[in-house]
């Protein structure tokens, strides 16, 4: 019998590396010759510069070169007429200066620290300019995005919520949240003639390599982008920035290897955020607790710039059944950094708003939140008129209210106590789509029988390797001892950016088909019958061919079946909190995530998975909150000191828990994703928890001390 | 780059001589806030003047109390047997702040002297009082979530961020300082200032003078302590407000109480008023209420820091419960 090896819980294959020190990421790798790189923010929000005074910068010991607007080396992508102009913020290109802190010079020289000090003694003149960074003084000059998927949408009758029986109509306020993975983001780039290598942390080293060969206007097999190691990236490295691009700009105007590391307070201005968003909700019900309308309006922050929108009201649409239902989406452009995708997108904002507003509904309808949810549970998706591929969210409700201690919730509010401390349950729910993207996977059979197989794809923290590792292990039946996985290089056969929780579904595919067809072509060489279950030695059939080794390609990707579902992850989220009346001081007390991903191919690392989600969502909900001065248009708590990351004290015990049926549709592994999930739905768990804890809505994140009191 | 000499002085007169005759020289502790400052070029001194061999680094008992060398290490101060049994408030107010690494690191003194965490005094861009005298308060219309509600001045409105001050200010310690002619002591509740017109001085101490120890007085409140930290996160975060309480309750009725707060103020705060309000009163959850009642008398709030008129009396009376056993921590 064949042993079932997907969903066994393995520890990751390149776990002793990183523990030990011996994973090198981007910014270890010693080439020869290396000199350093540090930014210089602008000082002023907006307006131009119109002199930098680099001297004594460039007189101070080590430095080897300040690279300002004036001086840079163009870059064909970055120019009006290229083919494919870059998008965004381009650095070093013109004069002008958006928002605080955009950086207006580079420093080069010997030692980091060098470059450090010679960095304070560049001094810019500007011609400064009106800024806007107030979000809620412009928020009545908030535009529509372009592009298709943010046009409203109407299903039935626009606002029909406002005529219902029984109607909630409230504003929901996220603020920004700060990318910061731990690994600080570090490129390091070397030109040999018009060949370029980059060490950078990158989610997708293909999109890199196209990214770095437009902006320099050479074709994409000049660049060789590798990523092996990456310490987190949680959206923050779906693109590449513009001081990326500085970096091997810099490299090829000294000549020399030149590496840039961002400081922590820079990570605050430069690699994107989940923008402040104002999420307006009407939710119209009839006296049983049937939906009548759902009415989502998203009013998120973006860069004056660049257009970013936070993928907030979409949930609305299809993850309960109302008859009718409208969303819209609105941006207000304004002087700062332009945001980015982070964990959970704007699903993860969305469903904030969407179950906070629920929780909100059950008690006017004094209904217990899983019935409402019930009563309204979605059998088709109501927005695309589809089956789902599948869905077993009722079963998420039940294990997950089970698993908490549901049954201990008191409907009142404020009416549970331990000694002092007030007892709240909640739950917040959310969906994340099943994608899957054409992807390639090469794998090479050696003499002494070991398989190795490479992917162009990511791993910024998942276990990406270790769960290709035990897919191949499991369709060739063999030890995973003898089979490696590397990713992470962009010469690697074309992986998708890893985003959006769709690696192991579309890699993961790619994966598995090669391993399909290298059994076949074993089979093939033996004189065995195709599809066999007869387990080959590989190694002797390869020896008795009279081959040196083995190597074959495979391209995987879904096919139209799948445009006949609705494919999505869903999850649902419980949260027991403790509140102190009098300090307001909150304790969650214990997180259960449930979770229907389709199968589970390494219950460990998905565990892990899951916790992270939930670390991030209490960020969310307790800790995190970025804090602008609008006088000056710039970060009053820049810095991890000021800005708080939930501490380890702050983390409960978490229960992860999945369902793990495999879905028929979407892959052969059958498995819809984690990543995002993970923190879908976290956060209006704890306050709808610290509702029914304490009778105060906190409709404005994050629920610190002063808001309870 | 900013080059400084560095000296490790195994004696404090050495010290102190290098302090006094140099502007731009500093002496260096367990570093946890220079070498911040020094980063983010706050401060750039010429002469760094590491204390770490003086002798002053342990806990004795002497007549009539215990004396705390100026460099026992936050950790070492709050896990010594004596400070647990006979002090333990100021035990709870150390082990409530920052993280088990700094609190290694950081010393008695260094703790004393720590800078105030007001975002625009660390922002070099921008205006502040304490760092640049006459450039303006940008705390005052700005965000000032963390700042004081008592004795702030149209200068400055920035709190001193230590909790360990706050016990030594409710236990009533004394802190002994020497200095190029000599050496002197002074009540710990008056070594640190108010704002008033000169905010660029944390407190009294003047240049070159070294704060050798502190002295704590025979231990009077052993049993009925607390301190309440209300902050962001359960570790690792700044007081919102803080709440030192130590009583001295004798047959349910409170003899003797101790009361500062932290968080509130550009020192540490001491509710003499409160505690001539509790004296000779019962131990009991309405008097307690009453006393919280006095807490915000006097206080002043700005646009982002109203709640803590609110939290700072709500902090008094859970510290008062706790110390009185009427509540678990
Ligand atoms: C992230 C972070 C979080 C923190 N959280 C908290 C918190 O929650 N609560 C809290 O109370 N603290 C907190 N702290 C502050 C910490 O307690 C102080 O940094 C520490 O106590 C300083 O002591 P040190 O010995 O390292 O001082 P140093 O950095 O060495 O010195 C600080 C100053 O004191 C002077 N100095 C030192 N010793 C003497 C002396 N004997 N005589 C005269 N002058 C002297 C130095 O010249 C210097 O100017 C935090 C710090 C950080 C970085």
């Given at each position: 019998?064949?042993?079932d ?11 002793r ?12 790798y ?84 060098r ?49 219902a ?7 929901y ?41 437009a ?119 304004l ?22 507003a ?22 088709m ?11 077993y ?39 994340f ?7 390639q996977?090469?794998?090479?059979l ?28 499991d369709v ?8 490696t ?24 595919s ?42 074959i390609?495979q ?43 389709g ?15 939930a ?15 609008d ?52 956060a ?20 610190t001390p002063?808001?309870?009191? | ?5 560095y ?10 001589k ?145 909790d ?25 509740a ?36 607390h ?11 700044f ?19 101790r ?11 001491r ?47 859970q ?11």
């Amino acid at each position: 019998m064949k042993k079932d090896t997907i969903g066994d819980p393995m520890s990751r294959v390149d776990g002793r590396l990183k523990v030990t020190g011996g994973a090198t990421y981007s910014g270890e790798y010693k080439v020869a010759g290396l000199t350093y790189g540090v930014l210089v923010p602008a000082t002023i929000t907006a307006g131009t510069i119109t002199a930098i005074d680099t001297k004594a910068a460039e007189r101070a010991p080590g430095v080897l070169k300040v690279i300002t607007s004036f001086n840079a080396l163009k870059l064909p992508g970055y120019q009006p007429t290229a083919e494919k102009p870059v998008k965004g913020l381009k650095l070093f290109n013109d004069d002008k200066v958006y928002f605080n802190g955009q950086p207006i010079a580079l420093v080069v020289a010997d030692t980091f620290e060098r470059a450090t000090y010679a960095a304070t003694l560049v001094k810019a003149t500007y011609q400064t300019a009106p800024f806007e960074t107030d979000f809620h003084k412009n928020l009545d000059k908030s535009i529509v995005p372009q592009g298709g998927r943010y046009k409203d949408y109407v299903r039935g009758e626009a606002d029909a919520y406002k005529n219902a029986p029984v109607k909630v109509e409230q504003q929901y306020l996220l603020p920004s949240e700060m990318h910061n993975p731990m690994e600080l983001h570090v490129t390091t780039a070397f030109w040999d003639g018009d060949k370029v290598t980059i060490y950078t942390k990158s989610q997708g080293v293909k999109g890199s390599q196209r990214s770095f060969a437009a902006a320099f206007g050479i074709p994409l097999e000049n660049v060789q982008i590798n990523s092996r190691f990456v310490g987190g990236a949680f959206g923050s490295s779906l693109r590449t920035w513009p001081h990326e691009i500085a970096t091997a700009q810099a490299a090829k105007m000294l000549g020399k290897p030149v590496k840039l590391t961002l400081t922590r307070e820079q990570m605050f201005t430069l690699v994107g955020y989940r923008p402040l968003t104002i999420q307006k909700i009407g939710l119209g019900a009839t006296p049983d607790g049937k939906l009548v309308g759902i009415t989502h309006e998203s009013y998120s922050q973006s860069a004056v710039y660049e257009e970013f929108t936070e993928n907030s009201v979409n949930v609305s649409r299809f993850l309960y059944a109302s008859p009718n239902a409208n969303t819209r989406y609105k941006i207000v452009p304004l002087n700062v950094g332009v945001p980015a995708p982070m964990r959970g997108p704007g699903e993860a904002t969305g469903s904030f708003a969407l179950e906070s507003a629920l929780d909100e509904l059950s008690y006017l309808l004094k209904m217990d939140p899983i019935q409402l949810r019930l009563n309204n549970y979605a059998d088709m998706d109501p927005e695309r008129n589809l089956p789902w591929s599948s869905k077993y969210l009722k079963e998420c409700y039940q294990r997950g209210a089970e698993k908490i201690g549901w049954a201990n919730r008191k409907s009142e509010p404020a009416t549970n106590k331990d000694g002092d401390w007030l007892v709240g349950y909640g739950i917040g729910c959310g969906a994340f789509g099943a994608y899957r993207s054409a992807s390639q996977a090469k794998l090479t059979l050696t003499p002494d029988g070991k398989i190795n197989i490479k992917s162009a794809t990511s791993d910024i923290g998942p276990g990406t390797a270790t769960a290709m590792v035990l897919i191949a292990a499991d369709v060739l039946n063999m030890p995973a001892e003898k089979i490696t996985f590397e990713l992470g290089n962009s010469a690697f056969p074309m992986a998708p950016t890893q985003g959006g929780s769709a690696t192991v579904s579309s890699v993961g595919s790619a994966v598995h088909d090669v391993c399909l067809a290298f059994k076949n072509k074993m089979l093939l060489l033996a004189g065995k019958n195709q599809n066999s279950d007869e387990q080959l030695d590989y190694a002797a059939v390869l020896k008795a061919a009279n081959l040196p080794l083995l190597e074959i390609t495979q391209e995987s990707k879904g096919d139209e079946t799948a445009q006949k579902y609705s494919m999505y992850s869903f999850s649902s989220h419980f949260a027991q909190v403790y509140v102190h009346p009098l300090t307001g001081m909150i304790k969650v007390k214990k997180v259960v995530a449930v979770v229907d991903a389709g199968k589970i191919v390494n219950l460990k690392t998905a565990s892990s998975q899951m916790i992270g989600g939930a670390v991030g969502g209490i960020g969310m909900a307790m800790t995190e909150e970025a804090v602008m001065d609008d006088r000056f248009g710039k970060l009053a708590n820049g810095n991890f000191a000021d800005y708080h990351v939930p501490v380890q004290a702050d983390i409960p015990q978490i229960d992860a828990i999945f369902i793990d049926k495999p879905d028929p549709i979407i892959n052969p592994i059958g498995t819809k994703g984690i990543g995002e999930i993970s923190l879908i739905g976290v956060a209006a768990a704890i306050a709808n928890a610290v509702y029914n804890a304490t009778g105060k809505r906190i409709r404005e994140l994050p629920i610190t001390p002063d808001k309870l009191i | 780059m900013n080059q400084f000499q560095y000296s490790r002085p195994a004696d404090a007169s050495v010290a102190i001589k290098t302090l006094s005759k140099d502007q731009n020289a500093y002496f260096l502790a367990g570093g946890t806030n220079l070498i911040d400052m020094m980063k983010m070029g706050l401060v750039s001194p010429q002469k760094l003047v590491d204390i770490n061999n003086l002798p002053l680094k342990t806990v004795s008992e002497i007549p009539g109390g215990l004396r705390i060398g100026a460099l026992v290490s936050n950790t070492n101060l709050a896990e010594h047997p004596l400070i647990k049994q006979k002090y333990p408030l100021l035990s709870l107010a150390i082990n409530a702040g920052a993280s088990p690494q700094l609190r290694n690191m950081a010393t008695l003194g260094g703790n004393m002297m720590q800078r105030t965490r007001c975002p625009y005094f660390f922002d070099l861009t921008m205006p502040c009082n304490k760092r640049v005298p006459g450039s303006g308060c940008s705390a005052l219309g700005g965000y000032n979530r963390m700042h004081a509600i008592f004795g702030a001045s149209d200068k400055c409105i920035a709190v001193n961020p230590s909790d360990m001050n706050v016990a030594m200010v409710a236990l009533d310690a004394t802190v002994h300082i020497s200095g190029a002619k000599g050496s002197r002591t002074m009540k710990f509740a008056d070594f640190h200032r108010l704002p008033g017109d000169h905010p660029e001085l944390d407190n009294n101490l003047k240049k070159g003078e070294l704060i050798t120890a502190v002295d704590l007085p025979e231990p009077r409140f052993s049993k009925n302590v607390h301190y309440v930290k209300i902050r962001d996160r359960a570790s690792y975060a700044f007081a919102l407000v803080s709440a030192a309480v130590a009583l001295e309750i004798e047959n349910d009725t409170i003899k003797e109480a101790r009361l500062a707060m932290g968080g509130v103020a550009h020192k540490p705060w001491r509710l003499t008023a409160v505690e001539m309000f509790l004296k000779g009163k019962p131990a009991n959850e309405a008097v307690f209420k009453q006393a919280a009642q006095l807490v915000s008398n006097g206080a002043k709030a700005y646009e982002y820091n109203k709640f803590k008129l609110k939290m700072a009396p709500n902090a008094v009376l859970q510290g008062l419960k706790v110390a009185s056993g009427l509540a678990s921590a």
